[in-house]
T-cell receptor, first 113, second 115 residues
Framework: GENVEQHPSTLSVQEGDSAVIKCTYS??????FPWYKQELGKGPQLIID?????GEKKDQRIAVTLNKTAKHFSLHITETQPEDSAVYFC????????????FGKGTKLSVIP | ETGVTQTPRHLVMGMTNKKSLKCEQH?????MYWYKQSAKKPLELMFVYNFKEQTENNSVPSRFSPECPNSSHLFLHLHTLQPEDSALYLCASSLVSGSGSNEQFFGPGTRLTVL
């Protein structure tokens, strides 16, 4: 089955700096890679996703890149703000066309004002 | 109510108790999921229902028993749990299509403590 590794497990940045979180996956047939943000006391919420037919996607301060050859994808947050502080999870679907997701262990991001 | 709701939000139970967790989605989705979230571990998929039919049971102990009476409701029945079952239990739903790339919407979770 699919295996997703996520690094780092914790990340502290100064407000205004950029944050990068990286994930690798094992199943070359996976074709959907979402990123979720989980705030304290809430369930995970999708912030951006990418499909295997594109290499990069941006949404305001958030971007995701995908390298299918190397089987890794990354989340980039620019101009970080205190409200970006949360736990971020990457995920990959369990093979092409599968609607089930395998998640990474999460990255706790702290943005220091 | 909108999105995915879960009740109760917090539950404390003894090892001999029987309790149930409830999930309801108001999004018109056709797939529902139970996940277990423990500290420092990835979200663990427990069960998947697609059009009310269970399509995945991820080697979950029989002390967890899911029920999906319709596409909008999902239950997790609990009995004779162990302290290591203490965790946040998350429900999610999605619209399943052939592309396999469908956003899962999560509820806020039930924080379960087993004494």
């Amino acid at each position: 089955g699919e295996n997703v590794e996520q690094h780092p497990s914790t990340l502290s940045v100064q407000e205004g700096d950029s944050a990068v979180i990286k994930c690798t996956y094992s199943d070359s047939a996976s074709n959907y890679f979402p990123w979720y943000k989980q705030e304290l006391g809430k369930g995970p919420q999708l912030i951006i996703d990418i499909r295997s037919n594109v290499g990069e996607k941006k949404d305001q301060r958030i971007a995701v890149t995908l390298n299918k050859t190397a089987k890794h994808f990354s989340l980039h947050i620019t101009e970080t703000q205190p409200e970006d502080s949360a736990v971020y999870f990457c995920a990959a679907n369990s093979g092409a066309g599968s609607y089930q997701l395998t998640f990474g262990k999460g990255t706790k991001l702290s943005v220091i004002p | 109510e909108t999105g995915v709701t879960q009740t109760p939000r917090h539950l404390v139970m003894g090892m001999t108790n029987k309790k149930s967790l409830k999930c309801e989605q108001h999004l018109g989705h056709n797939a529902m999921y139970w996940y277990k979230q423990s500290a420092k571990k990835p979200l663990e998929l427990m069960f998947v229902y697609n059009f009310k039919e269970q399509t995945e049971n991820n080697s979950v102990p029989s002390r967890f028993s899911p029920e999906c009476p319709n596409s909008s409701h999902l239950f997790l029945h609990l009995h004779t749990l162990q302290p290591e079952d203490s965790a946040l239990y998350l429900c999610a739903s999605s619209l399943v299509s052939g592309s396999g790339s469908n956003e899962q919407f999560f509820g806020p979770g039930t924080r379960l403590t087993v004494l």
